[in-house]
T-cell receptor
Framework: ETGVTQTPRHLVMGMTNKKSLKCEQH?????MYWYKQSAKKPLELMFV???????ENNSVPSRFSPECPNSSHLFLHLHTLQPEDSALYLC??????????????FGPGTRLTVT | AQSVAQPEDQVKVAEGNPLTVKCTYS??????LFWYVQYPNRGLQFLLK??????LVKGSYGFEAEFNKSQTSFHLKKPSALVSDSALYFC?????????????FGGGTRVLVKP
């Protein structure tokens, strides 16, 4: 729909598991973002990548490890998570060139449950 | 630092009545302002943005927003609400002085339109 896809859509994992979330954008954008959405804090920016380089880490615990191999793909590697990490994880992308002001386009999210 | 406040956690209106969702912002310079909507089990969808120019901005699905610099507000409006407008609405701001395209989101307002 928006040109940003996320897989999987739902994930249940134990606290000792390792899993990865994948985001792909088909819009030719050069900035990508990870957000966490939970009932306590509706939208928390986690990481920002501009032209494949990480430009922001918003004090995210090291059990979350992002990877941006190219401008179209963004991963979030998860390991030894805690139950409070259960949330909806949203990926977004935007244009970052020229003089225009560009909105972010969001994927549908991955609903993560940590047991 | 930039910030956004959405003073109402929830807004209830009857179908056919006007809908207003409030947003106030704080930035050090001039703001870029955005409205997004989130339907259940979906990512955020862009509705409209204010960059410069006319204070009344028209967006998708019949929504509009009015920028008021003196009151530092950017309220979202719809003249006649539909049941299908029931969703979670987010206001966001980007400081004109900020690098990149980082947005700061408000806490969200849940809109319930009753038949």
């Amino acid at each position: 729909e928006t040109g940003v896809t996320q897989t999987p859509r739902h994930l249940v994992m134990g606290m000792t598991n390792k899993k990865s979330l994948k985001c792909e954008q088909h819009l030719g954008h050069n900035a990508m973002y990870w957000y966490k959405q939970s009932a306590k804090k509706p939208l928390e920016l986690m990481f920002v990548y501009n032209f494949k380089e990480q430009t922001e880490n918003n004090s995210v615990p090291s059990r979350f490890s992002p990877e941006c191999p190219n401008s179209s793909h963004l991963f979030l590697h998860l390991h030894t998570l805690q139950p409070e990490d259960s949330a909806l994880y949203l990926c977004a992308s935007s244009q970052l060139t020229g003089t225009g002001i560009y909105e972010q386009y969001f994927g549908p999210g991955t609903r993560l449950t940590v047991t | 630092a930039q910030s956004v406040a959405q003073p109402e956690d929830q807004v209830k209106v009857a179908e056919g009545n006007p809908l207003t969702v409030k947003c106030t912002y704080s930035v050090s310079g001039n703001p870029y302002l955005f409205w997004y909507v989130q339907y259940p089990n979906r990512g955020l969808q862009f509705l409209l943005k204010y960059i410069t120019g006319d204070n009344l901005v028209k967006g998708s699905y019949g929504f509009e927003a009015e920028f008021n610099k003196s009151q530092t507000s950017f309220h979202l409006k719809k003249p006649s609400a539909l049941v299908s407008d029931s969703a979670l609405y987010f206001c966001a701001v980007r400081d004109i002085k900020a690098a990149g395209n980082k947005l700061t989101f408000g806490g969200g307002t849940r809109v319930l339109v009753k038949p």
